[in-house]
Nanobody
Framework: QVQLVESGGGLAQAGGSLRLSCQVS??????MGWFRQASGKEREFVAA????????YYADSVKGRFTISRDNAQNTVYLQMNTLKPEDTAVYYC??????????????????WGQGTQVTVSS
């Protein structure tokens, strides 16, 4: 049974940092992604990583501030978030794609989703 379990969300001040984790179990995946959904808005792409070759992709809004990585031994994907801004406030979701992904930015490219973890950034 596939499970994606996120952790690490919480409250941070603007300019601060948080690290999100996504524990993966049940199978291996072609790629992993992080998305976020702010209240009243659509879910949007944040970052993605191809599991085997470590190629990474970022939304322009987080480029240079967020870093996605993975630990193969722990089957865990991380999202290191630095220089946080109030507009980063959202529920963050981990997502997994079984096969080839043509567009990492599209929610439909992913087959499995975690339950989400809340990130709140105060000004």
């Amino acid at each position: 049974q596939v499970q994606l379990v996120e952790s690490g969300g919480g409250l941070a001040q603007a300019g601060g940092s948080l690290r999100l984790s996504c524990q993966v179990s049940g199978r291996t995946f072609y790629a992993m992604g992080w998305f976020r959904q702010a209240s009243g808005k659509e879910r949007e792409f944040v970052a993605a990583i191809r599991w085997s070759v470590l190629t990474t992709y970022y939304a322009d809004s987080v480029k240079g501030r967020f870093t996605i990585s993975r630990d193969n031994a722990q089957n865990t994907v991380y999202l290191q978030m630095n220089t946080l801004k109030p507009e980063d406030t959202a529920v963050y979701y981990c997502a997994a794609a079984r096969g080839y992904v043509s567009s990492y930015y599209y929610t439909g490219a992913y087959d499995y989703w975690g339950q989400g973890t809340q990130v709140t950034v105060s000004s």
